[in-house]
């Protein structure tokens, strides 16, 4: 049973640039939430993405986008990278509406911004 | 807002011991609280995680938390840590009755064990 897969899982850009992160949701899971882990800190909610609508979005600007595919898949775009986007960008997915399950998480992709 | 504070950044301790990690929340509602933990260059995985009924939950490794209601607590215990217990623990919560709505996470207890 694959768990939750993200892809690249190293990237390294320029200030300015835009980068697309990707993520395939755990089989069976319909809800993808992206967070930020900056170095020696939790992660933070980026936002949550459910019938290919957000469904809820923390504290980040607009330069944060995402989109989800009619199979789950989940992209995370960041527009006009700042020094301050590099950190640990993770992925999780659930079931929305059970009570009684948790977010899976991948492994994470490093953007490194310089 | 929900928040998380994790009372510890760093603990080290030597195998055998035991471990208590301090869990503190502010949410406004039914929560939903859970321990994850990071080992090194791996993904964030489940210790434990409490929806309802007994507040002692077991989880795995070893590992279990006490959810105190009154002190808007959390805490995570483990009687004897051992060498591969070195790790980061993140304390989370999130509210309502749907567990994977979007979690507010502490700022981790970087554990390392000595051998």
């Known amino acids: 049973d694959a768990g939750v897969t993200q892809s690249p899982t190293h990237l390294i850009k320029t200030r300015g640039q835009q980068v697309t992160l990707r993520c395939s949701p755990k089989s069976g899971h319909d809800t993808v939430s992206w967070y930020q882990q900056a170095l020696g800190q939790g992660p933070q909610f980026i936002f949550q993405y459910y019938e290919e609508e957000e469904r809820q979005r923390g504290n980040f600007p607009d330069r944060f986008s995402g989109h989800q595919f009619p199979n789950y898949s989940s992209e995370l775009n960041v527009n006009a990278l700042l020094l301050g986007d590099s950190a640990l960008y993770l992925c999780?997915?659930?079931?929305?509406?059970?009570?009684?399950?948790?977010?899976?998480f991948g492994q994470g992709t490093r953007l490194t911004v310089v | 807002a929900q928040s998380v504070s994790q009372h510890n950044h760093h603990v080290i301790l030597s195998e055998a011991a035991s471990l208590e990690l301090g869990c503190n929340y502010s949410?406004?509602?039914?929560?939903?609280l859970f321990w994850y933990v990071q080992y090194p260059g791996q993904h964030l995985q489940l210790l434990l995680k409490?929806?309802?009924?007994?507040?002692l939950v077991k989880g795995i490794k070893g590992f279990e938390a006490e959810f105190i209601k009154s002190k808007f607590s959390f805490n995570l215990r483990k009687p004897s840590v051992q060498w591969s217990d070195t790790a980061e623990y993140f304390c989370?919560?999130?509210?309502?009755?749907?567990?994977?709505?979007?979690?507010?996470f502490g700022g981790g207890t970087r554990l390392m064990v000595k051998p």
């Open positions: 409490y929806f309802s009924g007994d507040p």
């Open positions: 999780a997915s659930s079931i929305l509406g059970r009570a009684d399950t948790e977010a899976f």
């Open positions: 989370a919560v999130n509210g309502g009755n749907n567990a994977g709505n979007m979690l507010t």
């Open positions: 949410y406004g509602g039914t929560v939903n």
